[in-house]
């Protein structure tokens, strides 16, 4: 096995790969960059050496701090990393704020002038980056296991700070996600030890190991014994212990495979510590043992759809009890009434519209929200009524001479002033 390599031109020399907990480091600067994103101008700095792991690999980049109190630069300026890239080799850290020529920092005071041959001190977020190392780590053991009992492969990983996915070419039933979410927590139960390795070519050919894409130059592997052996660049805890608990928290089908939502680490202790609340919250509410929140919560479904059922009847009744105020020799009849079932509507219109010669209507809803409405006459025709509330307030509906129905945004007084 051979040593880790240093390519000629890689610029930039990557710490993060030789040591994933190192969270700080001194560094020159080499060179710095003008850019634009569309927003605004950027400064990006090249440094001889970084422990910042640049976005790749489906990973978000580091986050963190560049301060010029190092030998040979201005005093005093912390800078914030705010993303990290790679490309042919080199390495380039965005900060904040333009520090060429100083400027005026975000925490208050003049920003030095950085420039090529400055020592800068790097800092990492270091919480954050442990919770990606623990997630990293637990997407691989989830997909060393998927491929080695099922046969399919991990075609799409995403690692940032709202969530994990993990993109498989098979489908997996309720009963084998439990299993393998059981498997993998076993594995951190087993505290393996997590190798990085970069074999020579020979060696290389030896090994059938998981890759996403082609890769050129020196591979570097991360082996999980027994479990996983996989290309890939990113920093990954030293054991399996370290990740503490791998939660699949939802899954979906996706391009005729599936995408698995996961959380390791600290983000699933949190998720579960979220979770017990919830329940807790939703046990008081029903008044049910945790156990049993789900029966509370039929329970309460179907009461909902008891009161729902008398509401409908008790409406119906009230309706019918109205039409009885109403004088029997009144031709055009509108009634406006609250939200009502559109059945119950329906036939009032047409009981109204039985016992009285003109146009008879009923208006469901309120002043504030508008109103669905349903008119029907047996003696003219009803889109009369239609083209004027069409032409008055905007109404929107249609149907034939005999019925119309349709909903309109305006007062009762407005409408009744329409109608007149
Ligand atoms: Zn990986």
């Not at 560094?27 to 976005?55: M, N, Q, Y």
């Not at 691989?140 to 993109?167: A, E, Q, R």
């Not at 997590?194 to 020196?218: A, F, M, N």
Request: hydrophobic residues 35%.
């Amino acid at each position: 096995m051979s040593d880790k390599k240093q390519t000629a031109c890689d610029l930039t020399r990557k710490l993060y790969e030789e040591d994933a907990y190192l969270s700080r480091c001194e560094a020159k600067v080499l060179e710095i960059r003008k850019s634009d994103d569309g927003k605004g101008s950027l400064t990006e700095v090249i440094l001889d050496r970084t422990v910042f792991f640049p976005e790749g690999g489906g990973q978000s980049p580091d986050r963190g701090w560049l301060m010029t109190s190092g030998n040979g630069a201005a005093e005093g300026g912390v800078y914030e990393v705010t993303d990290v890239q790679i490309a042919d080799g080199v390495i380039s850290h965005t900060i904040a704020i333009n520090p060429v020529g100083g400027g005026v920092l975000a925490s208050g005071g003049n920003a030095p002038a950085l420039k090529p041959g400055d020592t800068v001190m790097l800092q990492i977020d270091w919480e954050r980056r442990f919770s990606f190392m623990q997630n990293h780590t637990g997407e691989h053991i989830l997909s060393g296991l998927m491929h080695n009992k099922y046969g399919f492969d991990n075609i799409g990983f995403h690692l940032s700070d709202n969530s994990v996915t993990l993109d498989i070419n098979g489908q997996l039933d309720e009963e084998q996600i439990l299993q393998l979410e059981w498997d993998a927590n076993e594995v951190v139960y087993r505290n393996i030890p997590v190798e990085i390795l970069y074999p020579s070519d020979e060696e290389l050919t030896q090994y059938t190991y998981r890759s996403k894409i082609e890769i050129e130059g020196q591979v570097r592997l991360v082996r999980i014994p027994d479990v996983d052996l996989c290309a890939c660049c990113a920093t990954h805890v030293h054991r399996t212990g370290e990740i503490g608990l791998v939660k699949i928290v939802r899954v979906l089908k996706f391009n005729g495979g599936m995408r698995l939502f996961i959380s390791c680490g600290r983000r699933a202790f949190e998720l579960v510590q979220r979770h017990q609340q919830r329940v807790e919250e939703v046990s008081h509410l029903t008044n049910r043992s945790q156990d049993e929140i789900g029966d509370g919560v039929r329970h309460l479904l179907d009461e909902i759809g008891r009161l729902k059922q008398k509401n409908r009847e008790l409406e119906y009744k009230a309706a019918f009890l109205r039409l009885e105020t109403i004088p029997s020799d009144l031709k055009d009849v509108f009634l406006f009434v609250g939200e009502m079932d559109t059945i119950v509507q329906r036939n009032l219109v047409n009981r109204l519209a039985e016992e009285h010669e003109g146009v008879c209507g009923v208006f469901s809803g309120s002043d504030e929200t508008g109103y669905r409405y349903i008119i029907a006459s047996r003696t003219q025709d009803s889109r009369e009524t239609q083209k004027k509330l069409r032409e008055k307030l905007g109404a929107k509906g249609g149907g034939k001479p005999e019925m119309i129905q349709g909903s309109v945004s305006g007062t009762k007084e407005s409408i009744e002033r329409a109608l007149s």
